[in-house]
């Protein structure tokens, strides 16, 4: 990405070189810093790996490091949930007495002890640490919009215009794999235009898979249409090969060039992989950094891609195997919610995955485990668009968005609550009864559970208003945690083993603690509204569901949504225990990192007995 201002009659390669890390300043990179180290004090004592203690002279609070030569001082107010909101600007750090400027590497290496990063993780933690920094100083750089412009842009604009990313990861923005020029193209905040790479795999070596009412050829035909296909099979013939003995698979440049061009050399050089260049269509990286919009046809499916990046605590491929599948699933899903009536009464839906491919490399299915990333280099899906179910005058945005604050504390959340003309509460209660209601019942009557965190749930808003929820991301994050469930074949995948202490923990962590905890952080510190009126609200909500579904009352006693209290699950632990894979995805639960408990907020609002 080239800076118009750049001096142009400099060697044109170092110009480029040099004009990529221009986001990359003192000021830039001093802010970025002092914003990270914010979150690390924030997150950490939030998960209790700090302990900050309150000073008596002027009630800051105070974080030594592990040879207590170095504090930090801030500023601090405690929310419901241990939320910790800490004034940025008013952090300092001492060493030996004297002040010196926020480093968020020195950060980590000053606490290394602390939080437990062994001698193997800390190199790789810093240099997800470095990745998110400098995310964050091209994000200041760009001159972003204001929240309230932002909350009143389009779907992309909004997708594309987030800054800070996970509310609860620290190194939220690792994608360590990309290049700084690969940054420019490739990351959501760059706002590139993408053109995915198109290959031709054998039918042998590839598996399609697709939901009910599509196939192959109708798929590959509206999704590409009759010039680029004919381009293809005319590459194809030149080859001498015949199309139809292959599947086509899009793929992300960046893993062409990366990994399957060198990766996957014996398949390509015996013609079991066939490159056949760009499509045309146009597409935006979404927050996920490996799902793709089409901007060309918004109406057209997203693409979800494998990309052999470390990003969050994980390697982001797409295993074959595991897509085959993917769009079972999501049928079986869409049949119930249409059959149900709550479902429908919310007017919850999902956006399907219609269909998946994935290719098989013989030789590393031989000579890898289960789960190996080598297994995880080439698969793709198609996800249905939200775009064509809008009504007039109704428009798309990521749930994350809720979360966002722009640089001068402007907040998108209270910008929709004011275009909305509605009160605070009315407001919170609309968008909780879209988004809570689907997420309790799916618990309460079908022991289902999603992840439904902010990326993964497109709120459909009218005049400022959420109107409904839509979920996405179905197959690799839904469980069903009945043992006696009856269930598809197909779909018998997503059962899983959970002990029945922390079947309720996946609620009380996905939204309350990694969602609501902030959501109510913004519009509280904002002066939107106050802490009760939120939690209220939210249990009114709670209290709505269960006093109509009166069937459920046995499930509603069994696991308690007004309990006192519920375990801490902590996100950041895990990733700073292993930062690689944070989680077997065959065992979730057996991963958590459980230390002590939370208060319930809502648990003070709970209806009276017998009432």
Sequence with gaps: MLNPTADTTA?????????????????????????????????????????????????????????????????????????????????????????????????????????????????????????????????????????????????????????????????????????????????????????????????????????????????????????????????????????ADYHLIPAHPWQWWNKLSVTFAAEVARQHLVCLGPGDDAYLAQQSIRTFFNTSDPSKHYVKTALSVLNMGFMRGLSAAYMEATPAINDWLAGLIASDETFQAARFSIIRERAAIGYHHRQYEAATAKGSPYLKMLAALWRESPVPSLEPGQRVATMASLLHTDPEGGSLAAALIEESGLEPADWLRRYVDAYLTPVLHAFYAYDLVFMPHGENVILVIEDGTVQRAIFKDIAEEIAVMD?????????????????????????????????????????????????????????????????????????????????????????????????????????????LQLIGTLENPIARFAPAAGA
């Design 483 to 591: 043992p006696d469930a009856v269930l598809p074949p197909a779909v018998e995948r997503i059962r899983a083993d959970v002990p029945e202490d922390k079947k309720l923990l996946s609620l009380f962590t996905d939204v309350f603690d990694c969602f609501f905890r902030f959501l109510s952080g913004i519009l509280v510190t904002n002066d939107v509204l106050d802490e009760d009126t939120f939690w209220r609200t939210v249990a009114d909500c709670v209290t709505a569901y269960q006093e109509a579904n009166p069937q459920l009352a046995d499930k509603f006693r069994q696991y308690d949504m007004f309990a006192d209290e519920f375990a801490l699950s902590c996100l950041n632990r895990l990733q700073l225990r292993n930062n690689e894979q944070m989680v077997d995805l065959q065992d979730p639960a057996g991963a």
């Design 11 to 243: 060697d044109p390669v170092e110009t480029t070189a040099r004009d990529a890390v221009r986001h990359l300043t003192p000021e830039l990179w001093a802010r970025a810093n002092r914003l990270l180290v914010r979150k690390a004090l924030a997150e950490f004592a939030h998960e209790r790996l700090l302990t900050p203690q309150r000073l008596p002279e002027d009630g800051h609070y105070v974080v030594r490091s592990d040879d207590d030569r170095v504090e930090y001082r801030f500023a601090a107010r405690r929310l419901s949930l241990d939320h910790w909101h800490i004034d940025a600007d008013a952090i300092t750090r001492r060493r030996d007495g004297a002040e010196v400027p926020l480093d968020a590497l020195d950060f980590f290496i000053e606490l290394r002890r602390t939080l437990a990063l062994s001698d193997d993780i800390l190199p790789v933690y810093l240099e997800e640490i470095s990745s998110t920094l400098s995310g964050t100083a091209y994000k200041l750089a760009a001159g972003p919009a204001s929240a309230a412009e932002l909350a009143k842009g389009d779907f992309q604009a909004i997708e594309t215009g987030m800054s800070e990313g996970h509310p609860c990861f620290v190194a939220n923005n690792g994608r360590l794999g990309f290049g700084v020029h690969e940054y420019h193209a490739y990351a959501p905040e760059a706002a590139s235009p993408v053109h995915l790479i198109w290959l031709a795999a054998r039918r042998d070596r590839s598996t399609f898979t697709a939901g009910e009412g599509l196939d192959y050829d109708g798929l590959v035909r509206d999704e590409l249409g009759g010039a680029t296909l004919e381009r293809f099979a005319a590459t194809m013939r030149d080859l001498g090969l015949d199309l």
